[in-house]
């Protein structure tokens, strides 16, 4: 089945610096890549996604690469803002006959320092 | 446009007692229905997913069991509950891949 790996676990950043996240997923055939922000005693929200016929898509400050090659995808936040602290979530799918499950990684708890 | 109901929100059981958990979806036909765990400070852990009425998949082994007896309604039971029970229970649907997640239910096993 799948496996998906995100690093790091934490970051922590200053306000207005930019803040990565990287995934990597084992199965060529996923199709499909969210990525969920989850503040403290909420529910996972999703933020953006791609799929596996684009390489880059973004959302004013927030972006996701995807390189199919090498099996991995990343979340790109700019100019940082202490709102944007809480825990992310990537995940992989494929449309297929999984039925739509995602694969979730570990997840990373980002902090951004006023 | 869709929305997904979760109840309840708390919940304070004690060991060896039964569980219900209720999650209903509105504004969609035929979803794709999802129970997750998240124990605290931890991922999602997928536990049973649904594409149709009264077809459900485990994907982990427990002592936990789910049903859907109505085509937006999916009930996640047990008969007696443990410790190791207590976590945040996600419901969530989808459809066309994109996943969304209900409200949740803190569980406490006492």
């Known amino acids: 089945g799948e496996n998906v790996e995100q690093h790091p676990s934490t970051l922590s950043v200053q306000e207005g610096d930019s803040a990565v996240i990287k995934c990597t997923y084992s199965d060529s055939a996923s199709n499909y890549f969210p990525w969920y922000k989850q503040e403290l005693g909420k529910r996972p929200q999703l933020i953006i996604d791609i799929r596996s016929n684009v390489g880059e898509k973004k959302d004013q400050r927030i972006a996701v690469t995807l390189n199919k090659t090498a099996k991995h995808f990343s979340l790109h936040i700019t100019e940082t803002q202490p709102e944007d602290s809480a825990v992310y979530f990537c995940a992989a799918s494929f449309g297929g006959t999984s039925y739509g499950k995602l694969t979730f990684g570990q997840g990373t708890i980002l902090t951004v320092h006023p | 446009s869709q929305t997904i109901h979760q109840w309840p929100a708390t919940l304070v059981q004690p060991v060896g007692s039964p569980l219900s958990l209720e999650c209903t979806v509105e504004?969609?036909?035929?979803?794709?229905l999802y129970w997750y765990r998240q124990a605290a400070g931890r991922g999602l852990q997928l536990l049973f997913y649904s594409v149709g009425i009264g077809q459900i998949s485990s994907e982990v082994p427990q002592n936990l069991s789910a049903s859907r007896p109505q085509d937006r309604q999916f009930i996640l039971s047990s008969k007696k509950l443990l410790l190791s029970d207590s976590g945040f229970y996600l419901c969530?649907?989808?459809?066309?891949?994109?996943?969304?997640f209900g409200p949740g239910t803190r569980l406490t096993v006492l």
């Open positions: 504004g969609t036909s035929n979803p794709n």
């Open positions: 969530a649907w989808s459809s066309q891949g994109e996943q969304f």
